[in-house]
């Protein structure tokens, strides 16, 4: 049982797509969804704020999570203001897809089926919210799609372990006496300081973890200053650093304040440090895994080779810390340049959900 109705799909993801809205403001998109669901018989589920999940009970000992992001990211043309330029429409189609087949063979089902539709996966902050809701409980195995660029178009990947790293946003305050740009010993160089603590952060990634463990730490704002020869008084950094071992992220978190006690002495300025504790990595549980590329092989669905992990990071990691789970990447690449996921020109082509439809209603129901 692995019809695709085609037709349907490519409707959600032509209405989805034009639905694209913000994080925690998914509105439309939580209309039509539901919309979908109750045409589909499913009348009995629960929402926090946009998002919505509910059970088909089919009497069975397991219960299986199939999940599906909402948000959309800010696109800032004349036309739209938000697209669905991470492609969480494809990943809400490919769960509607599912549960279009699933309801209408109920009697095949080897699992009950907890659907959820998550708000605000970009923001990081929906997941927890529907966990807090009760979208997890007794959820033995979950599973979520995603699209990607690195995959050829009409296949999908799947890798064991860590899939998608842990990740911590921060920010640096770094603070001293405001002087002339000509006379640096009258107060205090935040800017260098500066500089030195972003520079000496991508030695400490390289000197003081285990090379073959992977960690990242990349800053992506630098404010401080007002004209070309005034030293500010302050320089604030932002940034993200990113893991996929505890042992990885105290490491770097250590050697944030370390750097930063030793730059406060040298400079004679002081220094903040605040890190919000982001998401864990997303760890795929090797035997569903394994499962999963056995489905696919018999199914005729291509199992792409690609096997390299993610240092983005995905809120879906708060379920599988929660139950054993796997994350199915389904391809959108049909060769050449392929603009990456974010990037204001990435599209997904309707038939990246078929494979991802096909694998999920087999493994529910075979
Ligand atoms: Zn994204
Ligand atoms: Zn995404």
């Given amino acids: 049982m692995e019809t695709i109705n085609i037709r349907q799909a490519q409707l959600d993801l032509k209405e989805l797509f034009e639905r694209a809205e913000p994080s ?6 939580s209309e039509y969804i539901k919309e979908r669901l109750n045409a589909m018989g499913l009348t009995d589920w629960k929402t926090c704020n946009t998002g919505i999940f509910g059970t088909i009970d089919a009497g069975k000992e397991k219960t299986v999570g199939i999940r599906a992001d909402m948000d959309a990211l800010p696109a800032n043309t004349e036309k739209t203001e938000y697209m669905h330029l991470c492609g969480h429409h494809a990943n809400m189609t490919t769960i509607l897809g599912v549960l279009e087949n699933i309801t209408k063979n109920r009697d095949k089902l080897k699992y009950n089926v907890r659907y959820i539709f998550q708000p605000a996966e970009e923001v990081i902050g929906g997941a927890v919210t529907m966990i807090e809701a009760g979208c997890m409980e007794g959820v033995d195995e979950v599973f979520a799609t995603h699209t990607t660029p690195d995959v050829a178009l009409g296949s999908v990947a799947l890798i064991a372990g860590g899939c998608m790293a842990g990740s911590n946003h921060f920010e640096v305050r770094i603070k001293g006496k405001s002087t002339h740009a000509a006379m640096p010993s009258s107060g205090t160089d935040t800017v260098t300081a500066a500089c030195e603590y972003v520079m000496s952060m991508q030695t400490a990634i390289t000197r003081l973890k285990n090379p073959v463990d992977p960690g990242l730490i990349s800053f992506g704002m630098i404010n401080g200053g007002t004209a ?8 604030v950094l932002q940034g993200t650093f990113r893991h996929f071992d505890p042992v990885v992220k105290e490491v770097i978190h250590n050697a944030m304040q370390t750097r930063l006690k030793a730059i406060e002495e040298f400079y004679g300025v002081t220094g903040e440090l605040i890190i919000h504790d982001g998401t864990p990595p997303v760890i795929c549980d090797k035997d569903l895994v394994a499962k999963l590329i056995n489905l696919s092989n018999a199914k005729d669905i291509t199992v792409s ?14 379920m599988t810390e929660l139950a054993k789970g796997a994350f199915i990447w389904q391809g959108v690449s049909t060769g050449g340049y392929q603009p990456p996921l974010h990037n204001k020109d990435y599209r997904v082509p309707d038939e990246a959900v078929y494979p991802g439809i096909k694998l999920l209603t087999a493994y529910l129901t075979d």
């Fill in 228 to 235: 070309a020869n005034i030293l500010p008084e302050t320089v």
């Fill in 305 to 318: 080779r690609y096997d390299r992990k993610s240092m983005g990071g995905e809120d879906f990691a708060f």
């Fill in 24 to 29: 925690f403001g998914e509105y439309r998109t």
